[in-house]
């Protein structure tokens, strides 16, 4: 498979306070922090100030963030992969063999702000994936 596999962690509010955390006990470089504000889309006020997308890299590697107003999070979907390709039809493809197989969809896949190709997928394993087309 060409693309990257990434961390991606989900947070119950508190992505801003996790972030710092690992920049600063992990040495993590901050690459991209983007709150639900910042987008062109409306969301409540207490929302706006939530982490949307974050990026950071530790290393040689990065690790996603994303607050999840309106869907808790707990134990066991906290943590998922995501899924990067260049390619928004090779992003479809694996949307949807993840999904048919089982799986249940956690967010449609559709065109948003930073990605012409984006949806998570909770496997039929209980692994959540976000499948993403990079701009």
Do not use: W
């Amino acid at each position: 498979m060409e693309g990257r596999l990434t961390p991606y962690l989900m947070m119950n509010g508190n992505a801003t306070e996790a972030i710092e955390f690992y920049r600063q006990v992990l040495g993590a470089e901050v690459l991209k922090i983007q709150t639900y504000g910042d987008l062109p889309m409306s969301f409540p006020t207490e929302v706006q100030k939530l982490v949307a997308h974050a990026m950071l890299k530790i290393g040689e590697s990065e690790m996603m963030f994303s607050d999840s107003p309106g869907r808790p999070v707990q134990d066991g979907n906290k943590v998922g992969v995501c899924i990067s390709t260049r390619d928004a039809e090779r992003t479809k493809e694996i949307y949807d063999a993840l999904h048919n197989d089982g799986g249940t969809v956690v967010g449609p896949l559709e065109t948003v702000p930073f990605s012409p190709a984006f949806g998570s997928v909770r496997d039929k394993f209980g692994v959540t994936f976000t499948i993403v087309t990079q701009l």
